[in-house]
């Protein structure tokens, strides 16, 4: 098995249902972001980004949410499936930097 | 985006030894980074690896621990020095085309040392 998320936060949901899974940034000169998704035995996956001249970004069954005001990005799953359980992380960067600073992760259960 | 190959996949050593972790990509890539994922926590760099120069390490990692190579656009080696049971980790590369851009990791090199 593999030893990643095994301490993290869990967000247990049911199959079908949508999915919130929330992240608290920590540097107010971010301005680009990425939620990231690892399953077991994998690497971190790119889901979607968002820059901070906007506050809201839609993909396939994803939207991410960015509130400025607060330091806050959330990740929104529509109907969630169990190949969407994994751990899912933010990262966050500030523009012409290369660093990303990734937050501690949430660990997704899907419940059938 | 870019293929990423990493070998080892995974790695049992003997505390005192040293391995190499190899990052291979499919493409010319302008920035290559290592990353370490201790169990159960997140991500934390330890390096950019630079393209016919030093590496770039982080407050915390050290050349002599983690010496790496970039000798190419395509390619980079970790080392991990004189390993004890605390270096059991997750070893990922990852990649980008430049600050501000999405970077794209391998699958990661699982490695426990005894």
Known sequence: ?112 | SAVISQKPSRDICQRGTSLTIQCQVDSQVTMMFWYRQQPGQSLTLIATANQGSEATYESGFVIDKFPISRPNLTFSTLTVSNMSPEDSSIYLCSVASGGGQPQHFGDGTRLSIL
């Open chain 1, 1 to 112: 098995g593999e030893s990643v998320g095994l301490h993290l936060p869990t967000l247990s949901v049911q199959e079908g249902d949508n999915s919130i899974i929330n992240c608290a940034y920590s540097n107010s000169a971010s301005d680009y972001f990425i939620w990231y998704k690892q399953e077991s035995g994998k690497g971190p996956q790119f889901i979607i980004d968002i820059r901070s001249n906007m506050d809201k970004r839609q993909g396939q069954r994803v939207t991410v949410l960015l509130n400025k005001t607060v330091k806050h990005l959330s990740l929104q799953i529509a109907a969630t499936q169990p190949g969407d359980s994994a751990v899912y992380f933010c990262a966050e960067n500030t523009s012409g930097t290369y660093k990303y600073i990734f937050g501690t992760g949430t660990r997704l259960k899907v419940l059938a």
